[in-house]
T-cell receptor, first 111, second 113 residues
């Protein structure tokens, strides 16, 4: 199963863009990259996902490198409510499409 | 938010007692999952279901069983709870296995004394 590597923590100033990197060098061709976040002990919240192309939605943008070995989640204008643990996940095709969670990046947005 | 509820939300029990956690969905999604979250391990898949009466094991299934008699309900049972099963348990649902998003419930915090 593909695994991901993320920095354990990052800081970001309120109103600035938060760029969260992720390495997934062993990803297979049909495996998607998903990003979730978890605030305190709540259930993980879906943010965005992609296969090859860059993606954007109302929450964030996802930039995937051409070789698919890494990606970056961009929160364009971070707010204090974006403080959370962000997980970069490769969704495998076996075991019901399970999500393999790593340790994530703890993002602190500061005023 | 996806219509997923978990019950109970908190439970304290003693070693050796049986425990059943319930996940209920109103989305009519085919796939349902049980994960556990522990410090230092992230979330790990316990069991999943791909339809009524169709279930399979995840990576940490020992000591757990599941049942799904209706599309909307997925039960996780600890036949004889142990202290190592103290954890936060999350249910998730998905329409398909790869492309469609997995949505998570609010979690159940279980403490086994």
């Amino acid at each position: 199963d593909a695994k991901t590597t993320q920095p354990p923590s990052m800081d970001c100033a309120e109103g600035r863009a938060a760029n969260l990197p992720c390495n997934h060098s062993t990803i297979s061709g049909n495996e998607y990259v998903y990003w979730y976040r978890q605030i305190h002990s709540q259930g993980p919240q879906y943010i965005i996902h992609g296969l090859k192309n860059n993606e954007t939605n109302e929450m964030a943008s996802l930039i995937i490198t051409e070789d698919r070995k890494s990606s970056t989640l961009i929160l364009p204008h971070a707010t204090l409510r974006d403080t959370a643990v962000y997980y970069c996940i490769v969704r495998v095709s076996n075991q019901g499409g399970k999500l393999i969670f790593g340790q994530g990046t703890e993002l602190s947005v500061k005023p | 938010d996806a219509g997923i509820t978990q019950s109970p939300r908190h439970k304290v029990t003693e070693t050796g007692t049986p425990v059943t956690l319930r996940c209920h969905q109103t989305e009519n999604h085919r796939y349902m999952y049980w994960y556990r979250q522990d410090p230092g391990h992230g979330l790990r898949l316990i069991h999943y279901s791909y339809g009524v009466k169709d279930t399979d094991k995840g990576e940490v299934s020992d000591g757990y069983s599941v049942s799904r008699s209706k599309t909307e309900d997925f039960l996780l049972t600890l036949e004889s709870a142990t202290s190592s099963q103290t954890s936060v348990y999350f249910c998730a649902i998905s329409e398909t296995t790869l492309v469609d998003t997995q949505y998570f419930g609010p979690g159940t915090r279980l403490t086994v004394l």
